[in-house]
């Protein structure tokens, strides 16, 4: 009898055993495929297991705008209940206005089970979410547009949102995982020049179209004939800031603040010096705010010293903390003429952060951007916006926008992955953007003139100061 105990406690102690080596090569496997790399970072325990790279409204990616309304909305999609979902993310929209990744999730759930044509937007979530749904706003109110006016030729627009944390490893990763997803034709994306690069090949190696709306590097220009991009590249500021300065302001020397660890700082300030240059003008000094040691207050003083009559901030969102130090000592300044130094900048200091931290300090700042919204007056794109999200709009929901509907005339044409790549590199490519044309290069650069703006006190804005064009 014993013996007959010792053989089932020797049976159950094997089977205990397998089943914990089970378990562990299982664990082992998980955690080591490359999809580990891309699991949910959610705190909630039944959640942690999701892999947050991917969602058409079956997850939530934005934790801080999360609703129970919306949260049922997943569970009803899940559920495959799409009239349910409809619903519920109407209901959170009615809470949260501005949330765009409720209203995709709800455009999708609108479609149910007919067929669609599905895009993926890839943007950074954990890293800049502002940014994020700045992007996300434009790409939904292009799916909304197209899919309420009767899809394409029918058919309405999918949109699967992907988070890539601004990692180029990451990135990479989640390039293949949608390559590997034969449905979708196309990409808006990625989020900077950096990470747009580090992608580059993963798309082409699948002949997946991808359309940038916010990275500028010059050195995306003919990486490659799938990358393609609505904002004009830095060449285009680089210039229009240089001529601004030399020919309109007649100030001739000036001192160039940039994030060496940026590509698109880095972009942006080798296309300002060589413009500087060509115009006659001279950069008595560069100071790089990514260094461990750098010291607005020095770096300030040693640019008076060495005669500068301008400022160029050319730092990424990493760094603007660093260069609004150097706005702020400015404002202190005055010349033998009782004036500060000119200020020039980037793209990257044109948000709330510039008008909040920096304020009376930053006016008269010149920034160059790819759109404004008092740019063009009459254009119905802003109206309608400011409608649907019930708050002002910028540059790169715009730049999105026109990435959603130059990939929409490109499928009205040809609805394949190779026939998008074909449609938006023909000569007569053409598609209506938010303020202008959308055509695109050789290189996959659009044209399309920059906007000066400029600081000053606000007469409509909610805040003190606002950006303003330059007439």
Request: hydrophobic share 40%; aromatic share 8%.
């Amino acid at each position: 009898m014993y013996q007959n105990n010792e053989t089932k406690l020797l049976g159950l102690s094997l089977m205990i055993s397998l089943a914990l080596v089970s378990g562990c090569l299982w664990w082992f496997k998980v955690t080591t495929s490359p999809l580990s790399m891309l699991v949910s970072k959610n705190t909630s325990s039944e959640k942690t297991m999701i892999p947050n790279y991917l969602s058409g409204g079956d997850h939530i990616l934005f934790s801080d705008s999360t609703t129970l309304e919306k949260q049922l909305g997943v569970e009803a999609v899940t559920a495959v209940n799409y009239d349910e979902a409809v619903v519920k993310f109407t209901e959170s929209l009615d809470l949260h206005r501005d949330d765009p990744e409720a209203l995709i999730y709800l455009n999708n759930a609108r479609i149910g089970e007919k067929p669609y044509y599905t895009i993926a937007a890839v943007v950074s979530i954990s890293d800049d979410i502002n940014t994020a749904k700045d992007i996300l706003r434009g790409v939904a109110q292009a799916q909304q547009e197209i899919n309420q006016a009767g899809g394409i030729k029918g058919i309405p627009v999918k949109v699967l949102i992907a988070n890539d944390d601004n990692n180029p490893e990451v990135a990479k990763k989640l390039a293949l995982k949608l390559v590997s997803k034969p449905e979708i034709l196309a990409v808006v994306g990625n989020f900077n020049s950096k990470v747009t690069q580090a992608t580059a090949d993963s798309y082409e190696s699948g002949q997946l179209v991808t359309i940038s709306p916010i990275s500028t590097s010059v050195n995306l220009s003919g990486i490659s004939n799938f990358v393609f991009r609505t904002v004009p590249n830095d060449f285009l500021a680089g210039r229009a800031l240089a001529k601004h300065m030399v020919q309109d302001l007649k100030q001739h020397n000036v001192a160039v603040f940039y994030n060496s660890q940026s590509e698109s700082s880095q972009s942006l300030k080798s296309e300002f010096v060589t413009a500087v240059f060509l115009k006659g003008g001279r950069v008595v000094s560069d100071f790089d705010v990514s260094e461990k040691n750098f010291s607005a207050a020095k770096s300030f003083k040693q640019a008076i010293h060495r005669g500068a009559q301008a400022l160029m901030l050319g730092a990424d969102s990493s760094t603007q903390h660093q260069v609004l130090n150097v706005v702020q000592l400015n404002s202190k300044h005055r010349n033998s003429l009782g004036q500060q130094l000119v200020i020039l900048a980037g793209n990257q200091v044109y948000n709330t952060k510039t008008l909040t931290v920096a304020g009376k300090d930053a006016e008269g700042m010149v920034v160059a951007l790819p759109w404004h919204p008092l740019a063009k007056p009459g254009s119905e794109f802003p109206k309608t916006a400011d409608q649907l999200w019930g708050i002002d709009v910028n540059w790169r929901t715009a730049m999105a926008y026109d990435a959603v509907q130059a990939l929409s005339a490109a499928i009205r044409h040809n609805p394949t992955r190779s026939g998008v790549q074909q449609e938006l590199s023909a000569p007569n490519f053409f598609a209506r953007g938010a303020a202008a044309p959308i055509r695109f290069f050789p290189s996959g650069d659009r044209y399309q003139p920059v906007n000066l703006v400029t600081i000053e006190p606000s007469n409509s804005s909610s805040l003190e100061y606002e950006f303003v064009p330059i007439p």
